[in-house]
């Protein structure tokens, strides 16, 4: 699911500024108090999700959204104005993680961005033999929007991506891509998208396992109204995992009960809670969804585990590779199908009786409630 939603929160933005270099510029039609009302609003939901960097990158579009009257004569395209952006939205974007408030980064990007302040508004003099390397910031721009991409495998959440967008929509200015009034709206709704599939992440995704989390299969089971089938799962002998080999490598096992549990054919995965997963069949007959659950069942049964968080207690072995005898996973299954009527709470129960009568019976096994 997280990465579904990563391709999605990565190419329709970028798709939509594509497009925009197409459309027409004659005029706009948006007063400028509703884009700063959406960057404003932006602003807001970043600090609520606690994304700091994404308030970093969103101040100068904020500026830039404002009147003419506010701005007091200040110009983006001011000599070397540009090019300061640029050098502060990719310090910006080459940090990452929250840290407080009153730290040496963040005193680093306010300076920066004071020093785009006082660049834009001419009130640094520059002296006249400095002028003539003030020209060429789009490869200022390029530079700065290239370097920051090594880094984005640390920037983890969903949402970190709306701080690059300001950085794109300057490379986008600068090279005149289209209407400026074009590219600050376009970082508005970029962000604000980003930082909304943030925010279902958080609420809908397990943040562990990366499955679909309980909230996010009770909304399903809502807008369900027949025939479908709910299949309970419980790891076998979880205790065990977490008492012998720490709770590092009980994680590693729900995350890889989860990605298997993810490849069963019509089904959707759910993480209900602690070592308990949840499939859900919208189609299919019982015998059809019965063996797809047997698949399930015999993939995590034959899987072999071998968790990175176990230490390697033979000193003599150091520095060789060794794999070390694998994990073995089982789990319990119980499976319901709704009857006419049935409300879904009722299907959970029956399911959930069936998995503790498979777990009486000896654990990895199904059983079919009645």
């Known amino acids: 699911m997280k990465?579904?939603?990563?391709?999605?929160?990565?190419?329709?933005?970028?798709l939509c500024l594509f497009i925009l270099g197409f459309a027409p510029t004659a005029s706009f039609i948006l007063p400028e108090y509703v884009v700063l009302g959406l960057l404003l609003f932006t602003l807001g939901r970043a600090f609520l999700l606690l994304q700091q960097q994404v308030i970093f990158s969103v101040l100068p579009m904020i500026m830039l959204s404002l009147p003419d009257s506010l701005l007091n004569g200040m110009d983006i395209f001011a000599p070397y104005a540009m090019h300061a952006m640029a050098l502060y939205l990719m310090a910006v974007n080459m940090q990452w993680g929250q840290k407080p408030w009153v730290h040496p980064m963040h005193l680093l990007n306010i300076v920066l961005f004071v020093i785009y302040v006082l660049l834009a508004g001419r009130y640094l003099p520059i002296p006249d033999e400095y002028l003539a390397y003030a020209a060429y910031p789009e490869w200022v721009c390029l530079v700065a929007a290239a370097l920051p991409l090594p880094l984005a495998f640390y920037w983890r959440r969903m949402g970190r991506l709306a701080a690059y967008w300001p950085l794109l929509a300057l490379l986008a200015a600068v090279n005149e891509w289209t209407d400026i009034d074009y590219i600050i709206l376009w970082v508005s709704l970029a962000a604000l998208f980003s930082l909304t599939l943030d925010s279902y992440?958080?609420?809908?995704?397990?943040?562990?396992?990366?499955?679909?989390g309980r909230r996010a299969m009770g909304f399903k089971l809502k807008t369900l109204t027949r025939n479908y089938c709910l299949a309970m799962l419980d790891v076998d002998h979880f205790k065990k995992f977490n008492d012998k080999h720490g709770h590092q490598v009980g994680d590693d096992v729900l995350k890889v009960v989860a990605k298997l549990m993810d490849k069963t054919a019509g089904a959707i995965a759910y993480r209900y809670g602690g070592e308990e997963f949840v499939l859900i069949f919208t189609k299919g007959s019982?015998?059809?969804?019965?063996?797809?659950?047997?698949?399930?069942?015999?993939?995590?049964?034959e899987y072999e585990l071998y968790p990175k968080s176990i230490k390697r207690t033979n000193k003599d072995k150091r520095g060789k590779v060794t794999k070390g005898k694998p994990l073995h996973v089982t789990a319990s299954?119980?499976?319901?199908?709704?009857?006419?009527?049935e409300h879904f709470d009722s299907v959970i129960e029956r399911a959930d009786?069936?998995?503790y009568k498979a777990k009486d019976k000896g654990r990895n096994r199904i059983e079919m409630a009645k």
């Open 3 to 14: 990465q579904r939603l990563a391709v999605i929160n990565l190419l329709l933005p970028s």
């Open 353 to 355: 009786k069936a998995l």
């Open 286 to 301: 019982v015998k059809e969804n019965l063996e797809r659950v047997e698949e399930c069942r015999k993939r995590i049964e």
């Open 201 to 212: 992440v958080m609420s809908f995704v397990d943040e562990l396992t990366g499955v679909l």
């Open 333 to 341: 299954f119980g499976l319901a199908q709704q009857q006419s009527g």
